[in-house]
Structure formats: structure tokens, C-alpha cells
């Protein structure tokens, strides 16, 4: 490493809040799936901001979009309408079938809204203020209290007690452990469709029908969080729906946007008409003209470029390659995941794997200590699965004697 990003990364040491271990590399500029450090360096990009610059880097119809936007306004007020919100609502109608829309800034924040949307369903209902919430153990949501409430993992939570009240913990996939935690006072149950920091662990078929099945009965609102999952990246534009059922309440961020800070909670019809009315939520930022046209822009470039049919082809050779190396190597266990969401677990922690292919100009990340996650764009080649894989295994056989 040079010496200037030695410093830089000093200096960055002494002036953001220690929160992460970072990689120590700068990154500068990307294009395509490739990025580049400060020193010039070129490397393979596997994990395109966790799952988020789904189009590449450096997309030029897309910084167009957000160049032509910015001379035209960045900002104005929810308390105004403007064009790109309401064509990118429009858009996510489309291409979700939900009916209602709430922009927010991030991830966490359409967890929270969710949170809220279940908690005033249920109180319209029946006036009580105890309703509880079933989430998922090794779930993640995000950062903020509410959503750090209804994650699933003890670790992430404890120091930062008490949390929002009433939420219990059942399994991914464990309907009986689902059916153990649910009360009259039951107002959602809240999962991701495909589990993503807790493990790459897709949800089965009759898990989701059976929750499905249970919520319609009980009029209990099921919230999928397709924050990492959706957008795509499973084949499909959100993940459940290659289940064939619907959510009642849904949240997406990451590849929404592309780049550009923004999320979304959605709802159908009946939720929206019965829960968050005038004055019970807001955001300064959430739904601004900037974020909403890089929304747009994305949504138009994922259909004029065929996305999907990338991700369905190209995620499949992934997964074909991915298996390959479980083969090979005895110190994988194996492999999990849908489309370009995967995951390979190892018996063993992996940041030395992760370590060393940095060193060779490739950038994965982890899903937990013992679990490599490959979330990249979604306009990766063969030839860019063939070039991954070259290099993992490099890594693998230095590391699994
Ligand atoms: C990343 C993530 C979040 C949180 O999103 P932020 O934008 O980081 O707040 C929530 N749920 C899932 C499934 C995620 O992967």
C-alpha cells in the first residue's frame, strides 16, 4: 500500500467513529463490476456495496438521470408533490403489486415504518396498545431501535436494553415455533425472505404458505423484508414472489435505489386504508426528487437491460461454480442462497480467505464468521463468475490445507 493511502486511512482513524473493522483500502472510483483503490489497484467487485450498485458502477444512464435531476431540484418537502416521487411510486406498484408507498432513507427506517403500520392496524382494531410481534432468530433488519428489536441476533441488541417491548422470537422455516409464539395480541409476523446476514437462508415453500394461511386467519399482518433479497436478485424483482402469495406489508432499500441513500415500505389497499393516516408518520428527506428519479431510472434500466433474465442464466452458473468448490474443498460444507444471493459455508471463519483475495484484487464479504456471501451486481458476466472463482480458489487452497 502507498504510503498517501496508508495516511488517509490514519487520518480517517482518528476522525470517524470506530463502529466497523474496515478493509484497509481506499476505494476511489468503479466501473462496471470493477472498482479502484487510491493506488490504482483493480479489483473484482463480488459484493457491489452489499447488495447494492445492482446496475455496475459507473452507469452512465443512470448518472445522466441524477445529473439531469440535480439541475432541476434535489429537495423539496413532503408536503409537496413532486414528478419523480410519484412516477417512482407508480413503478413500485408495478413491479410489486402493492398498492401503497412510503420513501424513507434507508433500510432500518422501512423496517420502522413497517413496525408502525402493523402496530396501528391493530390498534384501529381493537384500541389496545399491548400487540406483539413475531420475528425471526438470526434475523437482521438494521440499526435503529425498532428494527435492532425485531433482529435476531442477542448480540447485536444487548447493550443497547431495553428494547421496544413485545416482540417475540420464533424460526425461520420452524412453522410449530411460529404457531408457539402467536397470542391474540399477535399483530405481525416479520421475516426476510430470504434471510441475509443471519446466514443466506431462503425461506421455504411451505413455510411461507403456512404463514400465509395463518395471518389470513388471524388477521395478522405478514411483513417480508426485502431490503437484501429483493430488487432482483433472486430471479425474481422481490423474492416472494416466486412463492405465489403476497404480503400484507413489505420494505425494500439497498439495490432501490442503486446508490442514492433510499428505501421503501409498501402495503396493500386494506393495510393502507386501515393503519399510518395524516400526521401518524413522516421524513424530512424520504421521498425526495433526487432519490425518486434514481428509483425511476433504476426500475427503467432493470427492464430496458433485462435484469432478471441475468440473474436467473448468470446466477445459476454462479450457483453451478459455487457447488463445484464444495466439491473440491472438504473445509466447505456447502453451499445455499437463490440466484446472485449465496452463500458458502465453511467449518471454519473465513476473514483470512476474505483477507487474501482482497490482496489479489477481489472483494467479497461475510455473512456471519464462518460464511462467504456473494451479493454482486446483477450485470456480472460468466466470464466475471469464471474470474471470481479462479481467484477464491487461490485463496481457498492457501487457507484449507
Ligand atoms: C441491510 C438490511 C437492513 C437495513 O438497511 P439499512 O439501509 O442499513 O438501514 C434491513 N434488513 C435487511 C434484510 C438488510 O439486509
Known amino acids: 500500500m502507498s504510503t498517501a493511502m496508508q495516511n488517509y486511512i490514519d487520518e480517517a482513524e482518528q476522525a470517524l467513529l470506530h463502529t466497523y473493522n474496515r478493509y484497509q483500502v481506499v476505494f476511489e472510483k468503479g466501473d462496471g463490476v470493477y472498482l479502484y483503490d487510491l493506488d490504482g489497484k483493480k479489483y473484482l467487485d463480488f459484493v457491489s456495496g452489499i447488495a447494492v450498485f445492482a446496475l455496475g458502477y459507473n452507469n452512465k444512464e443512470y448518472n445522466d438521470a441524477l445529473k439531469a435531476q440535480i439541475d432541476k431540484i434535489i429537495h423539496t418537502s413532503n408536503y409537496y408533490y413532486n414528478l419523480p416521487a410519484i412516477e417512482a411510486a407508480k413503478k413500485l406498484k408495478e413491479i410489486s403489486g402493492m398498492d401503497r408507498v412510503f420513501f424513507t432513507n434507508s433500510g432500518a427506517e422501512a423496517i420502522e415504518g413497517a413496525i408502525k403500520t402493523a402496530r396501528k392496524y391493530a390498534y384501529l382494531k381493537d384500541g389496545r396498545t399491548d400487540h406483539e410481534i413475531i420475528a425471526m432468530n438470526h434475523s437482521f433488519h438494521g440499526r435503529t431501535m425498532g428494527a435492532l ?76 423484508d426485502e431490503i437484501q433479497c429483493g430488487m432482483g436478485r433472486t430471479g425474481e424483482m422481490f423474492a416472494w414472489q416466486r412463492y405465489g402469495i403476497r404480503p400484507d406489508v413489505m420494505t425494500s432499500a439497498k439495490a432501490l435505489g442503486c446508490g442514492v ?105 461475510n455473512a456471519g464468521t464462518n460464511i462467504i456471501r456473494f451479493v454482486p451486481s446483477l450485470v456480472i458476466t460468466k466470464e466475471n463468475v469464471d474470474e471470481m472463482t479462479a481467484v477464491l480458489r487461490a485463496c481457498i487452497s492457501e487457507v484449507c490445507v
Open 261 to 365: 441513500p433510499v428505501g421503501a415500505f409498501m402495503m396493500t389497499e386494506k393495510v393502507g386504508a386501515h393503519s399510518l393516516a395524516a400526521g401518524d408518520h413522516g421524513t424530512t428527506y424520504g421521498g425526495n426528487p433526487l432519490a425518486c428519479a434514481a428509483v425511476c431510472k433504476v426500475i427503467e434500466l432493470f427492464e430496458k437491460h433485462q435484469v432478471l433474465d441475468n440473474v436467473r442464466e448468470t446466477g445459476a452458473y454462479l450457483s453451478g461454480k459455487l457447488d463445484e468448490l464444495v466439491q473440491e474443498f472438504p473445509c466447505i460444507e456447502t453451499r445455499r442462497g437463490a440466484g446472485m444471493l449465496q452463500g458458502l459455508v465453511f467449518d471454519r471463519p473465513v476473514g483470512d480467505i476474505i483477507v487474501k483475495a482482497m490482496d489479489k484484487g477481489l472483494v467479497l464479504i
Open 149 to 224: 428489536s425485531v433482529t435476531g441476533n442477542p448480540h447485536y441488541r444487548e447493550a443497547f436494553e431495553p428494547m421496544i417491548g413485545n416482540i417475540r422470537f420464533a424460526d425461520l422455516n420452524d412453522f410449530d415455533s411460529v404457531m408457539a409464539q402467536v397470542t391474540d395480541k399477535t399483530c405481525a409476523i416479520l421475516f426476510e425472505t430470504v434471510q441475509g446476514e443471519g446466514g443466506i437462508y431462503p425461506a421455504t415453500e411451505a413455510f411461507m404458505q403456512k404463514v400465509r394461511k395463518l395471518c389470513d386467519e388471524r388477521d395478522i399482518l405478514m411483513i417480508l
